[in-house]
């Protein structure tokens, strides 16, 4: 994971800050209730992330509970996004008077199952191999994160359809998606390092300071 950590952390905008699990465990306000040991593990592992994420912003670090909507909730003034997977666990964070949302996604680079391509595909959308198909995969749950702090909305992979230069991305609404119209578009950067594929999209703030 270092690897990738690094090479976030080389593309990512100035206010955004990203970090690794320090090993700090849970803190109160953090509990998750009944879980298998697995996922218990993950759940911690993307707190203390988050944190870390904080203290490499400046910010103090915080608790970051559940909701109920079982989507992290941020500490005022605070924005972020938190990703694990086999290897990987990574938070961003950033302050919300710069950024709106933030969308962080990695996954082990190895191909996406062919029987899952298809529930990918937005109208007008195709993938070449099993490679595209998994940073097609990427590029949607970062989209789908960074928005999710404004929307509130769950929805399929069809509500966004991805268009590509060379690893830079735009993730466009087919529908509306309040406070997003049909045919917004959210901007985003695939990475890639020796084991993972991650893609990276950040929202910024209508108030946001150009530095």
């Known amino acids: ?28 306000g953090e509990e998750i209730g009944a879980a298998v040991p697995k996922r218990l593990a993950e759940f911690a592992a993307g707190r203390e992330a988050a944190r870390a994420a904080m203290r490499a912003l400046g910010a103090e670090p915080r608790a970051v509970p559940r909701g109920p909507d079982r989507a992290p909730v941020w500490p005022a003034g605070l924005t972020g996004s938190i990703t694990h997977c086999e290897g990987a666990c990574l938070a961003a964070m950033g302050k919300a008077e710069d950024w709106a949302g933030l969308g962080l996604d990695a996954e082990p680079l190895r191909p996406l199952e062919m029987a899952l391509w298809q529930s990918l595909l937005a109208e007008g959308e195709t993938v070449a191999d099993a490679e595209a198909a998994l940073a097609l995969f990427v590029a949607k749950e970062a989209a789908y994160k960074a928005q999710y702090t404004l929307s509130h909305q769950l929805f399929d992979f069809q509500t966004l ?13 087919t529908r509306d998606i309040p406070p997003f119209p049909s045919g917004a578009a959210l901007s985003g950067q695939l990475v890639r390092s020796q084991d993972h594929l991650a893609a990276f999209v950040a929202i910024a703030a209508p108030q946001r300071r150009i530095p």
């Open 161 to 173: 359809r991805v268009i590509w230069s060379g690893d830079h991305f735009v993730a466009a609404f």
């Open 1 to 28: 994971m270092p690897d990738l950590l690094a090479t976030l952390r080389a593309m990512i905008p100035s206010g955004v800050a990203i970090a690794a699990p320090d090993g700090s465990g849970l803190w109160p």
